[in-house]
């Protein structure tokens, strides 16, 4: 398996643009999570999903973020509009039904915010 | 005051030593990782333990739930295990992970 594959790799954009990472989790994962990491805040949780259902999305900083998983191939985080606060690496992970397995991250998306 | 805590927050070591990083929480948990993030980004989960010891070549994690304290032992260091180790801790929801701040490495030849 190629394991969790984030796109794009980095990206740059102007403030009040939108903004859409991609991930495609390891194939028989049920369970997928978006993490953003900051120098100040680190790493913290924004939202996870468990066969395709939004579980827990109180990481979320506000409106301007969505996450979507329309299938258990692929997800989506949206910031619109974009602003240079967000400016962090987001990354995205998998792992499977049991918990006591390890988690795979994806190598993340470094996002910046001009 | 911070649910995860980690020590030291940087470590420098030469090559062969004996590193120990150590992590505490406050909160009840279900489970603890170890990740490590080298200087490119990727993070690679190294352990997820509730109970005991585990072991994977040079690496040895133990947790103490009752003390609610576990630490990350590397034997014979090596320049390659340069990188930052994070602590996270399984909280009161299922996938809410609890973050320490990172404990960066950086082992000498």
């Known amino acids: 398996d190629a394991g969790v594959i984030q796109s794009p790799r980095h990206e740059v954009t102007e403030m009040g643009q939108e903004v859409t990472l991609r991930c495609k989790p390891i194939s028989g994962h049920d369970y997928l999570f978006w993490y953003r990491q900051t120098m100040m805040r680190g790493l913290e949780l924004l939202i996870y999903?468990?066969?395709?259902?939004?579980?827990?999305d109180s990481g979320m900083p506000e409106d301007r973020f969505s996450a979507k998983m329309p299938n258990a191939s692929f997800s989506t985080l949206k910031i619109q509009p974009s602003e240079p606060r967000d400016s962090a690496v987001y990354f995205c992970?998998?792992?499977?039904?049991?918990?006591?397995?390890?988690?795979?991250f994806g190598s993340g998306t470094q996002l910046s915010v001009l | 005051k911070n649910e995860v805590e980690q020590s030291p927050q940087n470590l420098t070591a030469q090559e062969g030593e004996f590193i120990t990083i150590n992590c505490s929480y406050s909160?009840?948990?279900?489970?603890l990782h170890w990740l490590q993030q080298h200087p490119g980004g990727g993070i690679v989960s190294l352990f997820m333990l509730s109970s005991g010891k585990k072991k994977h070549g040079r690496l040895i994690a133990t947790i103490n739930i009752q003390e609610k304290h576990s630490s990350l032992h590397i034997t014979a260091s090596h320049p390659r295990d340069s990188a930052v180790y994070i602590c996270a801790v399984y909280g009161g929801s299922q996938g809410n992970l609890i973050f320490g701040k990172g404990t960066k490495l950086s082992v000498k030849p």
């Open positions: 909160v009840g948990i279900s489970a």
């Open positions: 999903f468990n066969n395709n259902v939004p579980i827990d």
């Open positions: 992970a998998s792992s499977p039904l049991n918990r006591a397995e390890k988690l795979f």
